[in-house]
Each structure stands twice: as C-alpha cells, then as structure tokens.
C-alpha cells in the first residue's frame, strides 16, 4: 500500500505560499494507518526506546501508538500553558512563525532513550526544540521519526547530529 495516496496538499494553509500536508485522510483509513504505524515502527531498527515523545498536535497521533508498539512511556509536548506541572520550555521558528513547546520536568529521566516523533520533518525547528528539551532532561535521542519529510526546506540540516528517518519524503 502507498500510504503517500492517503495524504492531501491543502495549498495556502496556515498562510499564503505553504502547502500543508493534510493526514486526516491517512487517519481516516484502518488500513493505511496500520501501514503507516508498521513502516515507523520498523524506521527504530529494533533499538531500545524508554519514552516516545510526541510533539503537539499531529505527532501525538502516531506517537502514541509507536510508544505501545515499543513497550515504551508516552511523553506530549505541548503549546505554552497546556501541560498542569513543571515545565522546561524551548522557543523554536517555524516555516510560519515563531513559537514554543514545553514538557514536564519529570517526564524524561536521566539516561532514558528517546524516540521523537511528529508528522512531518519541515524547517526543523520543531524537531529541534524537541531534541532539546529532551537532553535538558538528560534523555538521549535515539532517532528523530516522521511520517513525511519536506526535502526542500532542509530541516535535516538543524538535526544534523541525530539519526532521522521517514517514512515519505517530498
């Protein structure tokens, strides 16, 4: 199955000259997301995953079922002000804007290994202020996973020192 079919360009969203990329079609498929959540499963290559963090809000979708695949804790970041405990914060640009995710202070421990996920790899900033809020905690990134990666805006290139992979790429 070409997941790919299941993912819908809406053009000029959030704003004019950004193509989003839609996947409530992919959710709206049994098939095509179980496929979906296979192919990422399989981007870990059986590495040791303690937590899964997923990013707000689309990577929560995915996250959550990569962390039960995985054995592995759930960790949700967060818009400001959406998360009732202690936070480490981290401001991050975007393709659009500007912005900042937290996460609770007690969600990674020292050492955990962490698996980050979101839906689509664009500018990177994201993925980055992920990263690192993860080693503030003292966690370790194992690898960066997405759905989709967006070649052109070179968010690899922020994420350098981290092993990334995709499902899609564009």
Same mark, same amino acid.
């Given at each position: 199955?070409?997941?790919?079919?299941?993912?819908?360009?809406?053009?000029?969203?959030? %704003? $004019? #000259?950004?193509?989003?990329? +839609?996947?409530?079609?992919?959710?709206? =498929?049994? &098939?095509?997301?179980?496929?979906? /959540? @296979?192919?990422?499963?399989?981007?870990?290559?059986?590495?040791?995953?303690?937590?899964?963090?997923?990013?707000?809000?689309?990577?929560?979708?995915?996250?959550?079922?990569?962390?039960?695949?995985?054995?592995?804790?759930?960790?949700?970041?967060? %818009? $400001? #002000?959406?998360?009732?405990? +202690?936070?480490?914060?981290?401001?991050? =640009?975007? &393709?659009?804007?500007?912005?900042? /995710? @937290?996460?609770?202070?007690?969600?990674?421990?020292?050492?955990?290994?962490?698996?980050?996920?979101?839906?689509?790899?664009?500018?990177?900033?994201?993925?980055?202020?992920?990263?690192?809020?993860?080693?503030?905690?003292?966690?370790?990134?194992?690898?960066?996973?997405?759905?989709?990666?967006?070649?052109?805006?070179?968010?690899?290139?922020?994420?350098?020192?981290?092993?990334?992979?995709?499902?899609?790429?564009?």
């Amino acid at each position: 199955m070409d997941i790919s079919e299941y993912i819908r360009d809406i053009v000029d969203f959030p %704003k $004019p #000259g950004v193509v989003f990329k +839609d996947i409530t079609p992919l959710l709206s =498929s049994h &098939e095509a997301s179980r496929v979906c /959540l @296979e192919q990422l499963v399989s981007l870990v290559n059986n590495q040791e995953i303690d937590k899964v963090v997923g990013i707000e809000s689309r990577g929560f979708l995915f996250g959550m079922m990569l962390a039960q695949e995985l054995n592995a804790g759930f960790v949700p970041l967060r %818009k $400001p #002000g959406k998360l009732p405990f +202690d936070t480490y914060k981290e401001p991050y =640009s975007l &393709e659009y804007g500007m912005d900042v /995710l @937290e996460m609770h202070e007690d969600a990674i421990k020292r050492g955990d290994r962490v698996l980050i996920h979101d839906d689509v790899l664009a500018t990177g900033g994201t993925a980055k202020a992920a990263c690192n809020l993860v080693e503030r905690a003292g966690g370790i990134v194992v690898q960066c996973n997405f759905i989709m990666q967006i070649d052109f805006l070179r968010g690899e290139d922020k994420l350098y020192k981290y092993d990334l992979a995709s499902v899609l790429s564009y």
